[in-house]
């Protein structure tokens, strides 16, 4: 079973050079980290705010594909975490058929936060998260961007 998150903040660890965004259950309190790289963190704000670029960039040609082709991305689901790696899916709906495309969570993310595109993620991955964050103590943030 998936459960339904939603964005809610970026962190940026500046002594570690890496961001981290973190998810929240929508009818619950848990938390769901994934660390994401510069490019995605910065396109996900970018969308976010509806900034507009003068060229699209990866997942502004992807949108326009996905809708020029007819289709519309109805959900993004985390499904998987192999070997400290998250897996994702994108739900394309198109001519009434379900289309599933494998894709890194936070290009998914990237691509549907504009249009407020459910994500949900699986009950097991979560589960693995959480065992995950117990056994480290020091998780901490050096810098916390809130985006509600």
Do not use: C
């Amino acid at each position: 079973m998936a459960v339904r998150m939603e964005l809610s903040r970026i962190f940026i660890r500046e002594m570690m050079d890496m961001q981290i965004i973190e998810l929240t259950e929508v009818d619950g309190d848990r938390t769901f980290p994934i660390v994401i790289g510069l490019p995605e963190a910065v396109a996900i704000e970018r969308r976010l705010k509806g900034i507009e670029i003068p060229r699209p960039q990866t997942h502004d040609l992807l949108a326009s594909v996905v809708e020029h082709l007819g289709g519309r991305l109805r959900e993004i689901i985390i499904n998987d975490l192999v070997d400290g790696t998250f897996y994702a899916k994108l739900i394309i709906e198109q001519d009434g058929q379900e289309i599933e495309v494998d894709s890194r969570p936070s290009d998914a993310i990237a691509l549907g936060v504009a249009q407020s595109v459910p994500i949900y993620v699986a009950e097991h991955v979560l589960a693995q998260t959480e065992s995950d964050s117990s056994n480290n103590s020091d998780s901490s943030p050096d810098v916390e961007l809130d985006w509600d």
